[in-house]
């Protein structure tokens, strides 16, 4: 079983959604680990076991990237918004640093995430 956070901005929460939506069974034999509001429309939308965070801004990637210092984090799936500023761009360069110092699995859009859940075993 590989731990994953899956995590969105908001002008990709639908996109996350529709790609656990496409991947559940796979996502299932997992643990999963989301941030605020994108935790609450995979619990609401899906049937994935999802442990919610708190949102982004109020601390869920610092959490994220506690885990991922801790080795509990194995995958990151953080559809990020390119066109967008975020108000918590500085939370987010440390989530994704921390995701590159660790050497964490991170894939930032639907075909990386695709080709990182390929690739892990299935449970």
Known sequence: MT???LVA???KKDALVAWAKSHEDALAGHKL???GTTGGRLQAETSLD????KSG???GDAQLG???AEGKLKVLVFFIDPLSAMPHDVDVKSLIRLAI???TLLAVNEETATAVMKGL???
């Open 3 to 5: 731990t994953i956070a």
């Open 9 to 11: 901005h908001d002008q």
């Open 33 to 35: 680990y989301a941030t």
């Open 50 to 53: 999802v442990t919610p965070l």
């Open 57 to 59: 801004p109020l601390g």
């Open 66 to 68: 506690a885990m991922i």
């Open 101 to 103: 110092l660790y050497d």
């Open 121 to 123: 075993p299935a449970t």
